[in-house]
């Protein structure tokens, strides 16, 4: 496989806006190659897309691979003895890892979520004390539901851990809150962020040479779902040494426009932006328009792993296509569809009761729902390049939804 390692460099440029919108068209120039946007970043957790081959990765034009820092922590020296994330996953492009945050204060403490959340008559009680990872000043302390030991992630261990694993790109340490933190709490844990960013920043400067190529760092907003607090630490991450910014938080679906809005608005425009965690098409195309370049999400692996499929008239469930004769997509361009798979054949390999029938079809779905969101997002490019950003957007909405599951 080509080695895609061609400069030592991080720069950001921009090619094309959307006319009254923070949106662009651009190009991140990264040591192991360029990433047009905006582009789709498939989470290969460990190093690895499930079920996906890197060749396969190749096949349908993905750009770059996020992994995570928190589940590679303890393989990071070998990583970066076998000379960093690219070389040693075998993908050889442009690669992010995530600084652990996330994981240590909800997957880290055994839950599904940051808080422990305790229900009385119906009401979410998410006093602080509850946590079951314990936030300080230095760091965070949790319990490690895979090796059943107690560990502590800061951020200098996160900038560390990172630095080791080597990706082209890294995100500050950052306490995320939950929709059900209150303000009280956001406002004391946004000066947590701010204080543990500029810990990141210093720390990374030490080690983000170490592997013979340059490691780039983003900062990641917090502020929940208020403006003064998203546009207040948008403004002092701009005066802050990073090369880009991860826009962080628990969104709501009605509000994610508006606060993307709120901190784009402050940040600076010549610094990509990547969204963290999401990648439905709707969130694609608004995040695009308020100045997102980058988008990272495990939805549609873990969607396509459940049956739930995507086309361009909205997304369905393989579980009622029994023995059906249609491809998944008209002029779909994914391997899956190129090789005449109908949704009936691939129902059959997904209810086989074969491993190695559900391996081929998490294999054959993966590839299909993965290369649908890297081809919308490869047509907003286009569009936006071509000044029909809008009428792109409102075609493809208006196809996708407002339909319910078939």
Request: charged share 25%; proline share 4%.
């Given at each position: ?107 880290g403490s055994g839950m ?176 695009t328009e308020m100045g ?77 729902n993965l290369r649908f ?34």
């Open positions: 496989m080509t080695n895609y390692k061609n400069n030592n460099t991080f720069s950001f440029e921009i090619i094309k806006r959307i006319p009254g919108k923070l949106g662009r068209a651009g190009i991140i120039h990264t040591p192991h190659g360029d990433i047009k946007t905006p582009a789709f970043m498939s989470v290969g957790t460990k190093g690895e897309v499930k079920f996906v081959s890197m060749e396969d990765l190749y096949l349908i034009q993905a750009q770059a691979m996020l992994s995570n820092g928190y589940h590679l922590r303890n393989a990071s020296f070998e990583i970066a003895e076998n000379g960093g994330l690219a070389s040693w996953s075998g993908w050889n492009g442009p690669t992010l890892t995530d600084s652990g945050g996330f994981q240590v204060m909800s997957l599904g979520k940051v808080v422990s959340m305790k229900r009385e008559n119906d009401v979410i009680n998410t006093d602080p004390k509850d946590r079951l990872a314990h936030v300080t000043e230095d760091g965070v302390r949790f319990h490690d539901p895979f090796t059943d030991q107690e560990d502590f992630i800061g951020p200098e261990e996160s900038m560390q851990i990172q630095c080791r694993i080597g990706a082209d790109i890294h995100m500050a340490y950052d306490e995320l809150t939950s929709l059900a933190d209150s303000y009280e709490y956001n406002v004391e844990a946004l000066a947590r962020t701010e204080r543990w960013a500029i810990r990141s920043i210093n720390e990374h400067k030490k080690h983000c040479d170490d592997l013979g190529y340059h490691q780039s760092l983003y900062g990641v907003l917090q502020g929940g779902r208020w403006e003064d607090l998203r546009r207040s630490t948008a403004k002092r991450f701009a005066e802050m040494d990073f090369d880009g910014y991860g826009l962080g938080g628990a969104f709501l679906k009605e509000s994610l426009g508006d606060i993307l809005r709120w901190c784009c608005e402050e940040l600076p425009e010549t610094k990509p932006r990547h969204l963290l965690g999401l990648s439905h098409p709707d969130d694609i195309l608004i995040g997102a370049d980058t988008f990272d999400c495990v939805a549609p692996t873990r969607e396509a792993r459940h049956g739930k499929l995507y086309t361009k008239h909205g997304p369905i469930k393989l579980s009622k296509f029994t023995d059906s004769p249609l491809l998944l997509d008209e002029n779909c361009d994914c391997p899956t569809c190129q090789a005449g798979w109908t949704r009936g054949e691939l129902r059959a390999l997904w209810k086989s009761g074969s491993t190695e029938g559900k391996h081929k079809y998490f294999n054959l779905a993966t590839l299909h969101i890297i081809r919308l997002t490869e047509n907003t490019r286009q569009a936006i390049l071509e000044d029909r950003f809008a009428e792109f957007k409102e075609a493809f909405l208006k196809c996708y939804y407002p339909q319910s599951e078939k």
